[in-house]
C-alpha cells in the first residue's frame, strides 16, 4: 500500500537527521520539510501537516538534543506522539454491550465498501462469540439483497430483507423487531447507498434511523477518494449522528492519508480498516498501533 511508503519516508527522514553528529535548528527544519512533504504527497489535509510540524518543533528541547542525550529517541518520540495526535480523533467509538441488542447502522456511498464491510463487522463480533445478524435495507440498487443474502450465507450469518416490499424504513424496521426478539446481540443494519451525496439518500438515511434507533452509525468511507473525504465525511457527519468510521481498500494503491486526515478533521474516531475484498482483510483500528507498524 502506498501508505507503507509514507511511513517509509517518514522513517527516513527521522534516520538521516539522527545520524548527523551536530544537531542544529536546520538539521530538525529539514527533517520537518522532509516528513511535511511526504505527508502533503499522500494527499494528507495542509493545515493538519503544518500544525505537526510546529508541534513536532515545540516538542523537541534542542539544548538537550545537543548534548546527544538520547538524541534519537526523543526525535522519534516527537514525530510519533505527533502523528498519533494527527489522527487522534479525540473520543471514543461505541463499544457493543453483551446480553443486549446493539443496533448498528452502516452508511456509506454506493461503492464505498458497505455491505462487504457489513459481513465483515459481522464476522469479527460473530468470531468472538457475539451473536450477529443483518438487515438488507437498501432497496435502491438492484441486486442489493442479493449481495447481502450471498455475503451472509457463505459467512454464516442470519440476514433479513425482502424481495417485494420496497419501503426500506419498514424492512429496516421489521428486520431488527424480529431479530430483537430472537436475541441477537448485534444487529447490523445495511443502508442504501447511491452514486452521490444527494438530499433523498440523506433523508432515507434519517428515516431508517429515526425507525430504529441505532445505538451507533457506522460510516463506510473509500479510502481511495483522496482530498473528496474531508466534503464526504462532513455531509454524512452532518446528516446522522456518525459515530464511527470504517476505511475500506487502503490494500489499493490509495495514497489515503486524504481520507485518514478527513476522518480526523471530523473528530470521528476509525473502528476498523479493510485491506481487502476477502471477508478476513479487515483490522481492528487503533491510532497507536496504526502509526508504529506505519514507520515500520
Ligand atoms: P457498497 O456499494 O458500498 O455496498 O460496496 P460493496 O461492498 O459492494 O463493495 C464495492 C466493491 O469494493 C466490491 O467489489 C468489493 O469487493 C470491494 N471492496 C470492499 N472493501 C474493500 C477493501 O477493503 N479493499 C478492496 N480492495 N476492495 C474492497
Same mark, same amino acid.
Given at each position: 500500500?502506498?501508505?507503507?511508503?509514507?511511513?517509509?519516508?517518514?522513517?527516513?527522514?527521522?534516520?538521516?537527521?539522527?545520524?548527523?553528529?551536530?544537531?542544529?535548528?536546520?538539521?530538525?527544519?529539514?527533517?520537518?520539510?522532509?516528513?511535511?512533504?511526504?505527508?502533503?504527497?499522500?494527499?494528507?489535509?495542509?493545515?493538519? +501537516?503544518?500544525?505537526?510540524?510546529k508541534?513536532v518543533?515545540?516538542?523537541?528541547?534542542?539544548?538537550?538534543?545537543a548534548?546527544?542525550?538520547?538524541?534519537?529517541?526523543?526525535?522519534?518520540?516527537?514525530?510519533?506522539?505527533?502523528?498519533?495526535? #494527527?489522527?487522534?480523533?479525540?473520543?471514543?467509538?461505541?463499544?457493543?454491550?453483551?446480553?443486549?441488542?446493539?443496533?448498528? #447502522?452502516?452508511?456509506?456511498?454506493?461503492?464505498?465498501?458497505?455491505?462487504?464491510?457489513?459481513?465483515?463487522?459481522?464476522?469479527?463480533?460473530?468470531?468472538?462469540?457475539?451473536?450477529?445478524?443483518l438487515?438488507?435495507?437498501?432497496?435502491?440498487?438492484?441486486?442489493?439483497?442479493?449481495?447481502?443474502?450471498?455475503?451472509?450465507?457463505?459467512?454464516?450469518?442470519?440476514?433479513?430483507?425482502?424481495?417485494?416490499?420496497?419501503?426500506?424504513?419498514?424492512?429496516?424496521?421489521?428486520?431488527?423487531?424480529?431479530f430483537?426478539k430472537?436475541?441477537?446481540?448485534?444487529?447490523?443494519?445495511?443502508?442504501?447507498?447511491?452514486?452521490?451525496?444527494?438530499?433523498?439518500?440523506?433523508?432515507?438515511?434519517?428515516?431508517?434511523?429515526?425507525?430504529?434507533?441505532p445505538?451507533?452509525? +457506522?460510516?463506510v468511507?473509500?479510502?481511495s477518494?483522496g482530498?473528496?473525504?474531508?466534503?464526504?465525511a462532513?455531509?454524512?457527519?452532518?446528516?446522522?449522528?456518525?459515530?464511527?468510521?470504517?476505511?475500506?481498500?487502503?490494500?489499493?494503491?490509495?495514497?489515503?492519508?486524504?481520507?485518514?486526515?478527513?476522518?480526523?478533521?471530523?473528530?470521528?474516531?476509525?473502528?476498523?480498516?479493510?485491506?481487502?475484498?476477502?471477508?478476513?482483510?479487515?483490522?481492528?483500528?487503533?491510532?497507536?498501533?496504526?502509526?508504529?507498524?506505519?514507520?515500520?
Amino acid at each position: 500500500m502506498v501508505l507503507a511508503e509514507l511511513g517509509g519516508r517518514i522513517a527516513q527522514a527521522m534516520r538521516s537527521m539522527t545520524s548527523k553528529t551536530v544537531i542544529d535548528e536546520e538539521a530538525v527544519d529539514n527533517m520537518l520539510k522532509e516528513i511535511s512533504s511526504a505527508l502533503l504527497s499522500s494527499d494528507v489535509n495542509v493545515k493538519l +501537516v503544518s500544525s505537526l510540524r510546529k508541534n513536532v518543533k515545540n516538542r523537541i528541547n534542542l539544548e538537550d538534543l545537543a548534548t546527544g542525550l538520547n538524541r534519537r529517541r526523543m526525535i522519534q518520540q516527537a514525530v510519533f506522539e505527533e502523528l498519533c495526535e #494527527m489522527l487522534n480523533p479525540g473520543k471514543k467509538p461505541y463499544q457493543p454491550k453483551k446480553g443486549k441488542p446493539n443496533v448498528i #447502522m452502516f452508511v456509506g456511498l454506493q461503492g464505498s465498501g458497505k455491505t462487504t464491510s457489513c459481513t465483515k463487522y459481522a464476522l469479527h463480533y460473530q468470531r468472538k462469540s457475539w451473536k450477529t445478524c443483518l438487515v438488507c435495507s437498501d432497496t435502491f440498487r438492484a441486486g442489493a439483497f442479493d449481495q447481502l443474502k450471498q455475503n451472509a450465507t457463505k459467512a454464516r450469518i442470519p440476514f433479513y430483507g425482502s424481495y417485494t416490499e420496497r419501503d426500506p424504513v419498514k424492512i429496516a424496521r421489521d428486520g431488527v423487531e424480529m431479530f430483537k426478539k430472537e436475541g441477537q446481540e448485534i444487529i447490523i443494519v445495511d443502508t442504501s447507498g447511491r452514486h452521490k451525496q444527494e438530499a433523498s439518500l440523506f433523508e432515507e438515511m434519517q428515516q431508517i434511523a429515526a425507525a430504529v434507533e441505532p445505538d451507533d452509525i +457506522v460510516f463506510v468511507l473509500d479510502s481511495s477518494i483522496g482530498q473528496a473525504a474531508h466534503d464526504q465525511a462532513t455531509a454524512f457527519k452532518e446528516a446522522v449522528s456518525v459515530g464511527s468510521v470504517i476505511m475500506t481498500k487502503l490494500d489499493g494503491h490509495a495514497k489515503g492519508g486524504g481520507a485518514l486526515s478527513a476522518v480526523a478533521a471530523t473528530s470521528s474516531p476509525i473502528v476498523f480498516i479493510g485491506t481487502g475484498e476477502h471477508f478476513d482483510d479487515f483490522e481492528t483500528f487503533e491510532v497507536r498501533s496504526f502509526v508504529s507498524r506505519l514507520l515500520g
